[in-house]
């Protein structure tokens, strides 16, 4: 039976691999803040949302929300004031440490599509009036969804608003992945050489129909991964720079979300980061240095896809031979390829570690730990549930073991 750490603080989890077990997942509670929508009614369009909200905003009921939306329904005048309203949910939202994707994510999750993009037209609009922030925000800012659906009737847009509004207005506090607003951290203007090349071999691997193949390239991007993380150091050791820690959050969504999360887990771990998973919200939030950040939000994306390809293929071929068992096989198989990932990158990146440069990579391991305490200062852990089938595991192991994991020179 394969288990998963869990620690909880204010709001994730953590996941990692090890030898007995398939992984561990350190998750964080997050406290939940609420503040008022609206001054008492007045006459006017701030009286007409003031009433809206009062009815909606703190009521559960759908009841609830047809009240408020008939209110805003029958008062066009009120348009601009509602929008007016909805920034300032998203700048408090900002306040409380959450960024454009995850307000966008946490819409689509809980309401929907439209939601989403109604959320992503907010955080448009808000933008020209936040401070200066930095390279990740504004690349989260340059990939928002566009094209939210129509208006269709004045009911229905005032209902999904309020649907929207009622969402920001209970969202928890998180842990913030900057320094500070207004001043942007430390971050490469833009995308690496290396980088790029890194994303070349998991675009290969991804769109190749042979397994060896696929495994084989993302092996080779791991120890390029390696290198310029070895590369990254070594450059900030012969020459100081005030760069610290970084953090951010990677989506990990249901079904087997305990089974992707220890997947980032050994992804981060064997490129010098840490994850903190928070089950409730469906991210982590991974913490290390810029460079590291990248490619571990790079390669899990990439192995995600091709684990779900190896499973299907494997999974299609178990029903062949009369087997139905296809949740439990899906999750031990998922488990399974996380643990044995995780052996494998280490593998690969240890590759590129001679003892001299041992010192070097311990101080930025140990500041991205003390990075990650601050931020999630307790932590708890649980069982990875539904790891059951003996043929899901066997399965999902030999797709990790068919990696073609070749050593590179040393450097010296």
Request: net charge neutral.
């Amino acid at each position: 039976m394969t288990t998963s750490r869990t620690s909880r603080s204010s709001g994730g989890s953590r996941s990692s691999g090890d030898s007995g077990s398939s992984g561990s997942s350190r998750s964080s509670g997050a406290s939940r803040a609420s503040e008022t929508a609206g001054e008492s009614g007045g006459p006017g369009a701030s009286g007409t949302v003031d009433r809206a909200f009062r009815a909606a905003l703190y009521a559960a009921s759908d009841d609830a929300l047809d009240d408020g939306a008939s209110l805003l329904a029958a008062d066009p005048a009120a348009d601009a004031e509602l929008d007016r309203r909805g920034r300032e949910f998203v700048a408090t939202a900002w306040q409380r440490g959450w960024q454009p994707a995850d307000v966008v994510r946490i819409a689509g999750r809980e309401l929907g599509e439209a939601h989403a993009g109604l959320a992503a037209d907010l955080i448009r609009a808000q933008a020209p009036h936040d401070l200066p922030r930095g390279r990740r925000w504004n690349a989260q800012l340059g990939a928002l969804p566009t094209g939210a659906p129509p208006r269709t009737d004045r009911f229905t847009y005032a209902t999904a608003v309020l649907e929207l509004y009622r969402l920001l207005l209970r969202l928890p506090v998180l842990e913030h992945l900057e320094p500070s607003a207004g001043r942007p951290s430390a971050a490469p203007a833009g995308e690496s050489r290396v980088l790029g090349r890194i994303r070349a071999l998991l675009a290969k691997a991804e769109a190749t129909g042979f397994p060896e193949e696929a495994e084989a390239l993302s092996a080779k991007a791991q120890e390029l991964m390696a290198r310029h993380s070895v590369d990254e150091a070594l450059l900030a050791a012969r020459a100081p720079a005030p760069d610290t820690p970084g953090a951010c959050r990677i989506g990990v969504e249901p079904p087997y979300e305990q089974a992707k999360a220890v997947l980032l887990d050994a992804v981060a771990t064997a490129n010098h980061c840490r994850a903190v998973w928070n089950e409730p919200l469906g991210f982590s939030t991974v913490v290390g240095f810029e460079a590291e950040l990248d490619a571990v939000e790079l390669l899990y994306t990439s192995l995600l896809v091709q684990a779900t390809t190896a499973m299907t293929r494997a999974e299609a071929a178990q029903r062949a031979g009369g087997r139905k068992r296809t949740k439990t096989f899906r999750q031990s198989f998922l488990a399974a390829y996380a643990h044995r990932i995780g052996v494998r990158l280490a593998a690969a990146a240890g590759t590129q570690v001679t003892e001299d440069l041992l010192p070097v990579l311990a101080g930025r391991d140990l500041a991205v730990t003390d990075r990650l305490e601050r931020m999630f200062p307790e932590t708890t852990t649980t069982r990875l549930r539904g790891v059951s089938d003996a043929a899901g595991w066997t399965e999902g192991a030999q797709a990790a073991d068919r990696a073609q994991m070749k050593s590179r020179r040393r450097l010296g």
